[in-house]
C-alpha cells in the first residue's frame, strides 16, 4: 500500500498542475516528507493523509484504497479484505491497518487499527479536520491533547475533536492495540 498511496498523491498533485512546494504550503507538511510518501519511501500517517486528501480534492479513502467501486449502503470487510496490510514507520510512532474494503464510497468515516511500540519516541502533535473515537483494544497508551496528557488502558475510550493539537504514545512494556475511528466531512 505504501508505494500505491505514494503514487495517488503525486498523480492527484502532478493533475491538479501543483508543485511539492504548493501542496507543503497548503498542508503544512514539510516538503522533504511529502517527496518520501510520493516514492514510498515513507508512509503518511492517518492525519496527513486526511490533510492530503483535503487540498488535493480527494476523499480519504481514495488516497488510501483508489478508486471508488462498492456500494455505500453497507460493505462487509472479511479478515485479510483490506488490501491496505500494516503501515509502518509513520512520523507518529504507529503502524496502522485499515479496516474497510478498497473502493469504498459514501462513507464519511474510517476504521483503523492502531499499533504503539512504547520504544519509539513519540510523534509531534498534529491537527486535521474531522474527529476521532479511539478504544484501547490491549496495552496502554498516552493522549495528548491540546496540551494534556491522559493515560489510557485497555478498555477505555476516548473521543476527540481532531482539530486541535493531538497525538498518542504506547507506555509500559507491551504494544499497545488501539481502534481508531476517524471521522471527515464529505
Do not use: W
Not at 479478515?79 to 496502522?96: D, F, N, P, R, V
Request: charged share 20%.
Amino acid at each position: 500500500m505504501r508505494k500505491y498511496v505514494g503514487e495517488r498523491i503525486k498523480a492527484l498533485r502532478e493533475a491538479q498542475d501543483m508543485t511539492l512546494s504548493q501542496v507543503c504550503k497548503l498542508t503544512g507538511i514539510d516538503e522533504d516528507r511529502l517527496q518520501a510518501y510520493e516514492d514510498g519511501s515513507a508512509v503518511p500517517s492517518i492525519g496527513a493523509v486526511i490533510q492530503l486528501s483535503r487540498v488535493l480534492g480527494s476523499k480519504m479513502a481514495g488516497l488510501l484504497h483508489g478508486g471508488a467501486t462498492v456500494s455505500d449502503s453497507l460493505t462487509i470487510c472479511r479478515s485479510g479484505e483490506s488490501l491496505a496490510g500494516e503501515q509502518g514507520g509513520t512520523e507518529q510512532s504507529y503502524s496502522y491497518a485499515s479496516l474497510t474494503r478498497p473502493g469504498t464510497v459514501g462513507h464519511t468515516m474510517e476504521p483503523f487499527l492502531l499499533t504503539f511500540d512504547p520504544n519509539l519516541r513519540q510523534g509531534v502533535p498534529i491537527t486535521h479536520d474531522g474527529q476521532e473515537f479511539v478504544y484501547v483494544v490491549s496495552g496502554a497508551v498516552e493522549l495528548f491533547y491540546d496540551g494534556h496528557s491522559y493515560r489510557l488502558d485497555t478498555g477505555d475510550s476516548a473521543y476527540l475533536d481532531s482539530s486541535q493539537p493531538h497525538t498518542f504514545h504506547g507506555l509500559g512494556n507491551e504494544v499497545a492495540k488501539v481502534l481508531a475511528v476517524v471521522s471527515y466531512s464529505s
